[in-house]
């Protein structure tokens, strides 16, 4: 009777020691005329982070419109843009690329007032607003610069034309905003 009951315990412990064996067994090292293994594919690290929002091609005052924005607002003096970044992501894009000395932050607005665009050298002055809107954020960049009136004696049409607009306002030419 004594030989049945050591034997119910050592038997569990024998199997559980050659599995744990078997286990940690190193795997056999190639043969040494073995050929080597065929290298992995490269690798494409992006090195942008997964956050972080793409420049697109379009501008706004020397400030690169994010990929995926659709501009739907094109004037003299401001461009709107939306998308569907979040309104925090936004700010934070913009953050990088305007430099100014301090942000309004709101619930649903954030606000970079009298900034210069960096890499921009007109030195022109803008403020741009990243709203939050239904599907994403909006971004309203405004011109801040004033336009030198050249001369005082001009008509409203030739002043308008001063500004790159026609007589009723509209662009002359749209790619002067850029």
Known sequence: MHSISLARILLPALISCLAVAACSRKEPAPAADAAPAPPSAPVNVDRLDPLEIPEGNEKAFGLTIPRGMTIVYSGAEEIDAEGPYSA?????????????????????????????????????????????VEFGSKLVVKNLTPTK???????????????????????????RQQ
């Open 149 to 175: 009136i050249l001369d005082p004696q001009l008509t409203p049409e030739e002043r308008l034309r001063q500004y790159g607009l026609d007589p009723k306002g509209n662009p002359i030419d749209p790619s």
């Open 88 to 132: 925090e992501r936004m700010a934070n894009y913009v953050r990088k690329r305007v430099k100014v000395d301090g942000v309004e932050l709101g619930a649903a607005r954030t606000v970079f007032d009298h900034g210069r665009v960096l890499g921009d050298m007109t030195g022109r002055t803008v403020r741009v607003e990243v709203v939050t």
